[in-house]
């Protein structure tokens, strides 16, 4: 049996008309938000808390596309915390709930107080959709496999009053297989996903979850025999072949041979569908631990150790949490980068690209020439000649050659940040904990993380987490996130790198564009940054800025005045509404008291990096905060210089910043982004002197 979001009569057909491609894709989204939302009302309907107290949302999935994503929509029907801090995790594959389980246990370790929502789920349906008219056999076997599905857990440390704990989560690993990069791959398409996975995957898989779940149990002195393994049910063969690689006895894997039968592979939600089931059957005297072994596309593999903690007990904090109090965490080095001189161009020369490329009205012509003169951008960076800028490419080859070109030049530009960031921090490249990489321009998978983590010759044990769906607010968001991890252990060491290519709002432009589109293409543009960030500075260590607080909110009523969303044309719709300015006008001062709330920092001893969504936003933030010309000045001088690389602007400010001369005279530096949602993102970090 399988759950899919269609009916029999729509599974295997492809839409006629873009129109209706659109129209599917959105039904199909909407059924998996249903799922998604009566998973994360029943694991807080079984937590029982007050949902006031719910501090993080964790989302993942690898069929969702555009920005915000669904997590903001569980948020607002949830009625769950404004304030909440969400991270909204894609392109990992079936190991992105093991990845957001590890995430949610790393921040719930960070403190004691924080609470974390985990919603995972994906769409299998939309694999059907789109297959070729004469598919391979390879295509036939993964669509009569994948299922739609959707799972929530809630996460924290040191249970209270009330709490009745099901698992103790004691290990968490990560391996990368080397040399198997194009072994499995998930990639993106105008409605779905295609997968591919070369026959050889089982075995591969099989060997290095050997190797990892010995390491992993060795080091907590389980064995394999007290353990029910949790395999990801991705098929019958590969079952049958980990099954033999681990050596392990039938009964042992009951929990996946009852998901494929029951559901099919619902793609990440799987591992917390099969823990779900576990804790219902009353196994834990004949297997006290659960073993959770995943594989995705790259090759990689995630691993998850839990103890079954029978009803009426009292679960045990979990040991990592004991850590004295480190400090605050502290960013140790960044980098930002750009496309190459030849893709960087004036913005007057992009707008008569504009005026030249397109069948603008002469209303729109002035207007459009208005705009452009108005947003104080001196030149911009877009990796394509200026005389590709707004000409949607003449055939599907042409396109191909584009995107390949782009996604090498957005390489380029991450790799660069990256090894800036590593150059300046000083320390040796094995000791890199965890990767966490952001961008809305992450199509396939794996992604960006990965080729990362190989061409920086990372350990293969480190920790990846890919954000997406975030735009503007990402890279203030990651930071954030990366600080959290620093805090749970002072040997852990973060790479942060945040990039996004731009260029194709405007190579995708509708026929007709409208004065929003019109306004999006004016400002938008293509960059990357990377930083090092942990706690505990070691003697080669030189301490940029310390995060001394974080703050998220989502402004209530503005979801439709910030959004991106991908058409099956390849166009974009880029929303950014005249109101936006606005509502961060009516939230702005109060969200900076919550950031500043008994701290002792005045507004007046700050620095503020604000993201330069705008000309009319750093003026709106300047005018309700009472703000001095040199508070903002690296904003100013990033958009000038730059225009907008949503999220790696962010991150690119706080470097100005660093470099420039006012670096000496603010001890504190208020960060604060905006994006999709309609959402804020701030960081309070002192200066050293």
Known sequence: MRGLSLGLDEMYTTPSTGEETDQLNDRIQSRLFEMLERAALGALKEWGADVSSLTHVVFGTATSGG???????????????????????????????????????????????????????????????????EPSKEDIEQASLLADGAAAAVIGAAPRHGEQALYEVHAWKSHIIHNSRNLMSLTRTKLGVELSEHKSVPAEVGTAMSALSDSMLLQNQVSIKQCA?????????????????????????????MALEDHGDVGGSSSLQMLDWLRKAHLSTQFPWALGLSYGPGLTIEGTLLKLVARGTTALPTPVQFVPNLGPPCVFSMKSSWPPAHFRHKQADILEALLSQTNLSEEDKVFAESVYKGTQVKERGL???????????????????????????????????????????????????????????????PGHDLDLALHLNFPSSVERVCVDHMGCLGGFRVLALASQLAAVNPKNRVLVVYGDVSVFLGTMLPLVPNKLDLMSVSLFADGAAACVVGTVPLDHEHVVYEVHAAK??????????????????????????????????????????????????????????????????????????????????????????????????????????????????????????????????????????
Not at 74 to 96: F, N
Not at 229 to 255: N, Y
């Open 383 to 445: 990796c394509l000649p200026l005389e590709e800028l707004y000409t949607r490419p003449a055939s599907t080859e042409a396109e191909q050659a584009q995107l390949k070109q782009v996604g090498e030049s957005l390489f380029a530009m991450l790799l660069e940040a990256a090894n800036g960031a590593l150059l300046e921090w000083g320390g040796e490249r094995s000791s890199i904990t965890h990767l966490v990489f952001g961008s809305l321009s992450n199509m396939n998978t």
């Open 67 to 133: 920005a915000p994503s669904h997590e903001v929509s569980i948020i607002e029907r949830l009625k769950l915390p404004s304030t909440v801090q969400r991270v909204s995790i894609d392109h990992m594959g079936a190991v992105g709930s093991h990845r957001a389980m590890a995430l949610a246990s790393q921040i719930a370790c960070a403190s004691g107080s924080h609470r974390i929502l985990v919603v995972y789920g994906d769409a299998g349906v939309a694999l059907g959709t789109c297959m070729d008219d």
């Open 552 to 689: 998220s909110e989502l402004l209530a009523k503005s979801r439709g005045d910030m959004y991106m969303k991908s058409l099956s044309d390849g166009s974009v719709e880029n929303v950014v509404t005249p109101r936006v300015p606005i509502f961060i006008g009516k939230n702005v001062e109060r969200f900076v008291e919550g950031l500043l709330d008994k701290s002792g920092v005045q507004v007046s001893d700050c620095a503020f990096l604000c993201h330069p969504g705008g000309k009319t936003i750093l003026e709106t933030v300047e005018k309700k905060l009472g703000l001095a010309a040199e508070q903002t000045l690296s904003s100013w001088s990033v958009l000038r210089a730059h225009g907008n690389m949503t999220g790696a602007t962010n991150l690119q400010v706080a470097d100005h910043f660093r470099s420039s001369a006012l670096n000496h005279k603010f001890g504190w530096a208020i960060c604060m982004s905006f994006g999709p949602g309609l959402g804020m993102e701030g960081l309070l970090l002192r200066i050293p002197s």
């Open 229 to 257: 393994v949790l395999l990801h049910p991705s098929s019958k063969r590969s079952l049958e072949t980990i099954h033999q690689k681990l050596g392990i006895d039938p009964e042992q894997t009951t929990a996946s041979w």
